[in-house]
């Protein structure tokens, strides 16, 4: 999560413990943690291996054996019309509250990083909301939110799904732009007053560009939850049905092969942001 | 006087947006599920009736049970796997840290409800693992793992690994390294270092660990949905069926409030412990 970003931000490596260096088993950790590793890849390899796989005669399922290579459902992606309608769903869903969350959990982020008691009574309030948020079973937060919907007549739909979804994302944005945010430098604002600036130019000249890595972390990882979101959609989406929500649906009948070809695709798109991060991370370090 | 404010002006947009949708809604479920609803309109009134609690725990310890099994199995499962690949990131990742630690959120890239679905073609008895294995006679003909507690079990530890391994190695990487080698230079062995210095260091980092894995776990219902069998219900599956199939939004909300009392009872008993001012560090 925001670890990433602290490490990153760290810039330095850590030396190892010197004793450590020369012993019989040193080979046993590495070894141990890229079987670890390949652990968690393996189930993505299985993904994308049958996202080529050929359906079995008659049938637009994927099939649990080998029936050979095929691209056929990457030249035919867009043909289960529920599929990518939930698909496009979901995006719009997800750049929606990623957008909401991404400015209310940078405000939060602000004030809890600039602020400390007497002067921000609360704080330590607002950081255990957080943390209950973050650390509360998913879905007990769909279900009340389901039940408060209920009770005030509200109909389930795009409407109730963003509400819903930045309720959820703030918390982790708040998170990820304060840790980006540690080691913030205020003296560049207090600066940027002397010389005159009001407070406004202030934030957007000054204080904005320094956090915006941060921000984008932020936003990057609401889209990410949001966009991966089954729980919290299944209790409030009604009969709005998001990516996971229909995946999770078609396994009761057999998912068809394009499920795999999404599910590539968004690793592939993934992998590469998080791969640019780090990189442009590394450079500007 | 604006300035007195600020830090209150900073936080009121998204303080009001959790209160309406996060604290409001929890509060409302609580007072549902004191309420008495008719099946006939779906009106629900007030009625202080705590019995739902003893009738909804009555029906459903069995489930309930089986979830705070299956997660703490999953939970125990995560912590040991993750602690010894944390423990090697922080101290020896080096110039690749990022790298790793991408590899260990690397699930987090494909979708949970893909990933568990990918789950159940492994382990599926045909699948790339078994069928081979009996294939070459290894494994009985009949021995199968989907509909059972231990596909539940894989699953749930595959999907919140992540969730182990980053709080672990968040609390590993924040060692201060002299310390390790102040206990060295005092002649410690490398097993009374790790046990008497590295250890105690990380116990915060454990129980946020353990908190952000086992509570999510519990609440789970996807992986019991796709891997598991009928007679390993857990309590995720059926307070999604009391809101959305039964509507019987009052045995539901009882249920779903016994859940976050298990997660209120574990982030206070940190906040107790270990301060609350660290809780957030490890997210």
Same mark, same amino acid.
């Given at each position: ?137 998913? !879905? ?114 057999? !998912? ?14 993934? !992998? ?14 | ?30 007072? #549902? ?18 019995? /739902?609690?003893? =009738? ?6 069995? =489930? ?22 944390? +423990? ?15 590899? #260990? ?14 789950? /159940?073609?492994?382990?599926?008895? =045909? ?56 206990? +060295? ?38 992986? =019991? ?18 809101? #959305? ?27 107790? #412990? ?10």
């Amino acid at each position: 999560m925001s670890t990433i970003v602290a490490a990153r931000q760290s810039g330095e490596s850590i030396q190892a413990p010197r004793h450590h260096r020369r012993r019989p088993g040193r080979f046993v950790l590495p070894i141990y943690s890229w079987l670890v590793i390949a652990y968690l890849v393996f189930p993505i390899a299985v993904m994308i291996l049958y996202s080529f796989n050929k359906t079995g005669p008659g049938l637009q399922q994927v099939s649990f054996s080998w029936n050979g290579f095929t691209t056929q459902f990457y030249r035919e992606w867009n043909s289960v019309p529920q599929l990518s309608s939930s698909f496009w769903l979901s995006i719009r869903l997800a750049v929606t509250s990623a957008l909401i969350a991404t400015a209310l959990g940078t405000l939060l982020a602000l004030a809890m990083v600039r602020y400390r008691p007497p002067r921000f009574r609360g704080k330590s309030f607002v950081e255990q909301v957080l943390f209950l948020n973050i650390a509360a079973p998913e !879905i007990v937060l769909g279900a009340s939110l389901l039940g408060l919907f209920v009770t005030m007549n509200l109909a389930r739909g795009f409407l109730t799904l963003v509400l819903a979804h930045v309720a959820f994302c703030i918390a982790y944005v708040a998170v990820t732009v304060r840790a980006r945010m540690s080691g913030f430098d205020t003296s560049l604002e207090e600066a940027a007053h002397d010389l005159g600036a009001s407070s406004w130019a202030t934030f957007w000249t000054v204080t904005f560009p320094l956090i915006l890595p941060g921000v984008l972390a932020g936003a990057l990882m609401s889209f990410a939850l949001s966009i991966d979101d089954f729980v919290t959609s299944n209790f409030v989406g009604g009969a709005n049905v998001p990516f996971p929500v229909w995946v999770y649906g078609a396994t009761r009948i057999g !998912i068809p092969p394009q499920v795999f070809v999404f599910g590539t695709a968004i690793f592939a798109v993934g !992998i590469a942001c998080a791969i640019a991060s780090i990189v442009l991370g590394r450079r500007q370090a | 006087m604006s300035k007195a404010l600020a830090p209150y002006l900073l936080s009121l947009p998204g303080g009001l947006w959790l209160l309406a949708l996060f604290l409001v809604p929890l509060v409302t479920m609580l007072s #549902l599920s004191l309420q008495t609803c008719n099946f006939g309109t779906g009106a629900c009134v007030m009625t202080w009736h705590w019995g /739902e609690f003893g =009738q909804q725990l009555n029906l459903y310890h069995g =489930q309930l049970l089986t979830s705070f099994y299956y997660a703490g199995a999953a939970t125990v499962i995560d912590l040991l796997v993750s602690f010894p690949i944390a +423990y090697w990131i922080a101290f020896y990742g080096g110039r690749k840290k990022n790298f790793f630690l991408l590899m #260990l959120l690397v699930p987090f890239f494909v979708s949970f409800v893909i990933r568990t679905v990918v789950w /159940e073609f492994i382990l599926s008895d =045909q699948g790339v693992v078994l069928g081979p294995l009996k294939h070459a006679h290894l494994l009985p003909q009949n021995f199968h793992v989907l509909a059972t507690g231990f596909a539940v079990v894989a699953g749930l530890a595959y999907n919140y690994l992540p969730f182990t391994a980053l709080p672990l190695y968040v609390a590993i990487e924040r060692i201060d390294k002299r310390v390790l080698d102040a206990a +060295y230079d005092l002649y410690a062995t490398r097993r009374s270092a790790f046990s008497r210095v590295i250890l105690p260091l990380t116990i915060p980092g454990l129980f946020a660990a353990f908190l952000l894995t086992f509570v999510p776990a519990l609440g789970d219902y996807v992986n =019991q949905q796709i891997l598991g069998g009928t007679s390993d219900t857990m309590i995720g599956t059926v307070i999604q069926n009391a809101f #959305l199939v039964n509507l019987d939004y009052a045995g539901g909300s009882a249920l779903s409030a016994v859940l976050l009392a298990v997660a209120l009872i574990g982030i206070f008993a940190y906040a107790r #412990l270990l301060g609350s001012r660290t809780i957030e560090d490890y997210l």
